[in-house]
């Protein structure tokens, strides 16, 4: 079992920054790939970014590609996401995921488990 906890999110201008993290409990963090997703009102949920076990492994959607980071501190059983170059279209939910598998965190409907999610709201 893995319980994931988002903080950071906020209304911010835009062109500003956020930094998003993801607290995630018991002792084999290390062993899940991580996933970032957002969900705006009326869409459908989609994928931001991913990061290996290790971290050294990291992928990102094209839309935020070059305007955000994903990194992870596995001492601190704490995933990151730090945006920068905000725009309004990136005002969603963003939850933070985890899965065993690296290539299969990046579907939404292979996640085992979720976050419950923090908003982001970037104001033009």
């Known amino acids: 079992q893995v319980q994931l906890v988002e903080s950071g999110g906020g209304l911010v201008q835009a062109g500003g920054s956020l930094r998003l993290s993801c607290a995630a409990s018991g002792r084999t963090f290390s062993s899940y790939a991580m996933g970032w997703f957002r969900q705006a009102p009326g869409k459908e949920r989609e994928f931001v970014a991913a990061?290996?076990?290790?971290?050294?492994?990291?992928y990102y959607a094209d839309s935020v590609k070059g305007r955000f980071t994903i990194s992870r501190d596995n001492a601190k059983n704490t995933m990151y996401l730090q945006m920068n170059m905000l725009k309004p279209e990136d005002t969603a939910v963003y939850s933070c995921a985890a899965h065993p598998s690296y290539w299969l965190v990046r579907g939404a409907n292979n996640i085992d488990y979720w976050g419950q999610g923090t908003q982001v709201t970037v104001s033009s």
């Open positions: 990061i290996g076990g290790s971290g050294g492994l990291k």
